[in-house]
């Protein structure tokens, strides 16, 4: 019983539970062809089909996940950039942050075919779009976490006669750093989505067009491959970004 409600409150094993639990449910409907094997591979398939397009999927894979994290890199400092203008001029934040909003109103699905007809089919575009998908939350709560700084300890500070960059390295900083790990944590899982988007509607390399080229010739055993890939990335990032917002959280509570 004991060790039974030490499962419970293991957050990581709940996790790897249900995704244990996925996979089962998944191979009992494949094994009992509930649903067709050409509509629903099951799991043993699609991983036959990554191992022997290895050749094929790895090419792709790799440019996407590099337009995904230069993309999202960019996009970071963008977020941090635009929150920190928009904390030090008031006007522009009335100026700029209505459009901040529309931009996240726009699905990137719609705004990805301008850009690319825009910029071409680079590698450019690719990058704005994953940009376009990413920055809000993280400028939402870097804006945050500067508006929410402890006003009092900056007040004592300087009046004994802190330095701005202690002020800045002591008070600011740490503050709101928590916000800004937590806004990427948020945004994370949509910077490889939206590198898909851009590739789907045009590239000639990359896991969006792996996927649509196998959707088109009714490959669904490869499609779904390919998703799962993507899948697998996207829970990577956002799983790197928790981690990381934990363990600055517990040095900040004085926790080694």
């Given at each position: 019983?004991?060790?039974?409600?030490?499962?419970?409150?293991?957050?990581?094993?709940?996790?790897?539970?249900?995704?244990?639990?996925?996979?089962?449910?998944?191979?009992?409907?494949?094994?009992?062809?509930?649903?067709?094997?050409?509509?629903?591979?099951?799991?043993?398939?699609?991983?036959q089909i990554v191992l022997t397009q290895s050749n094929v999927i790895l090419p792709n894979l790799i440019a996407t996940?590099?337009?995904?994290?230069?993309?999202?890199?960019?996009?970071?400092?963008?977020?941090?950039?635009?929150?920190?203008?928009?904390?030090?001029?008031?006007?522009?934040?009335?100026?700029?942050?209505?459009?901040?909003?529309?931009?996240?109103?726009?699905?990137?699905?719609?705004?990805?075919?301008?850009?690319?007809?825009?910029?071409?089919?680079?590698?450019?575009?690719?990058?704005?779009?994953?940009?376009?998908?990413?920055?809000?939350?993280?400028?939402?709560?870097?804006?945050?976490?500067?508006?929410?700084?402890?006003?009092?300890?900056?007040?004592?500070?300087?009046?004994?006669?802190?330095?701005?960059?202690?002020?800045?390295?002591?008070?600011?900083?740490?503050?709101?750093?928590?916000?800004?790990?937590?806004?990427?944590?948020?945004?994370?899982?949509?910077?490889?989505?939206?590198?898909?988007?851009?590739?789907?509607?045009?590239?000639?390399?990359?896991?969006?067009?792996?996927?649509?080229?196998?959707?088109?010739?009714?490959?669904?055993?490869?499609?779904?491959?390919?998703?799962?890939?993507?899948?697998?990335?996207?829970?990577?990032?956002w799983g790197s970004a928790t981690i990381l917002r934990q363990r600055f959280t517990r040095y900040l509570g004085g926790?080694k």
């Amino acid at each position: 019983m004991v060790l039974l409600v030490r499962l419970i409150k293991n957050s990581r094993i709940l996790k790897g539970i249900s995704f244990v639990l996925f996979l089962y449910l998944w191979q009992i409907i494949s094994i009992h062809k509930l649903v067709p094997s050409y509509i629903l591979p099951s799991p043993m398939e699609t991983l036959q089909i990554v191992l022997t397009q290895s050749n094929v999927i790895l090419p792709n894979l790799i440019a996407t996940l590099e337009v995904t994290f230069i993309g999202f890199f960019f996009s970071i400092l963008f977020g941090i950039l635009l929150a920190l203008i928009m904390h030090i001029a008031k006007p522009i934040e009335d100026l700029i942050y209505p459009i901040a909003v529309i931009t996240q109103s726009t699905p990137t699905i719609a705004i990805a075919p301008l850009i690319i007809l825009w910029l071409g089919f680079g590698t450019l575009p690719k990058i704005v779009v994953v940009i376009w998908a990413t920055f809000f939350p993280i400028t939402v709560n870097t804006l945050l976490g500067l508006r929410t700084v402890d006003s009092d300890m900056i007040d004592v500070l300087k009046a004994i006669s802190a330095k701005k960059s202690d002020i800045f390295k002591y008070v600011i900083f740490p503050h709101t750093f928590t916000y800004i790990i937590t806004g990427i944590e948020i945004s994370s899982p949509y910077a490889i989505l939206g590198t898909l988007t851009a590739e789907w509607m045009g590239t000639t390399v990359g896991m969006g067009l792996y996927i649509r080229r196998s959707f088109s010739s009714f490959r669904l055993d490869q499609v779904f491959a390919g998703t799962i890939i993507i899948i697998i990335f996207s829970l990577l990032m956002w799983g790197s970004a928790t981690i990381l917002r934990q363990r600055f959280t517990r040095y900040l509570g004085g926790e080694k």
